[in-house]
Nanobody
Framework: VQLQASGGGLAQAGGSLKLSCAASGITNSINAFGWYRQDPGKEREVVAAISSHGDTNYIDSVKGRFTISMNIAKNTVYLQMNSLKPEDTAVYYC?????????WGQGTLVTVSS
């Protein structure tokens, strides 16, 4: 499974960004997607996850602001980020869990200015 993330960039506090992650390869083996983020010097943390059945989970700090979704036909997972805060600044990574293991996309930088 290969993952290609895009959509990061610079936003002002209160603004929005949408991240995309396109999967290729043995995509029918994927059972869940996740978006993670990492600040320099900190551990990578899961932000949101979605199962192949569409069940979603979020960390408390993004609930009500971020939405994870997927387009099965396009093998793509999205992270809509609204009401962005400076503390959302990080490198965001997409992850796919499959029967062949866990796969990571390259990071995409999100910078939120105050």
């Amino acid at each position: 499974v290969q993952l290609q993330a895009s959509g990061g960039g610079l936003a002002q506090a209160g603004g929005s960004l949408k991240l995309s992650c396109a999967a290729s390869g043995i995509t029918n083996s994927i059972n869940a997607f996740g978006w993670y983020r990492q600040d320099p010097g900190k551990e990578r943390e899961v932000v949101a996850a979605i199962s192949s059945h569409g069940d979603t989970n979020y960390i408390d700090s993004v609930k009500g602001r971020f939405t994870i979704s997927m387009n099965i036909a396009k093998n793509t997972v999205y992270l809509q980020m609204n009401s962005l805060k400076p503390e959302d600044t990080a490198v965001y990574y997409c992850n796919a869990g499959s029967s062949y293991g866990s796969f990571w996309g390259q990071g995409t930088l999100v910078t939120v200015s105050s």
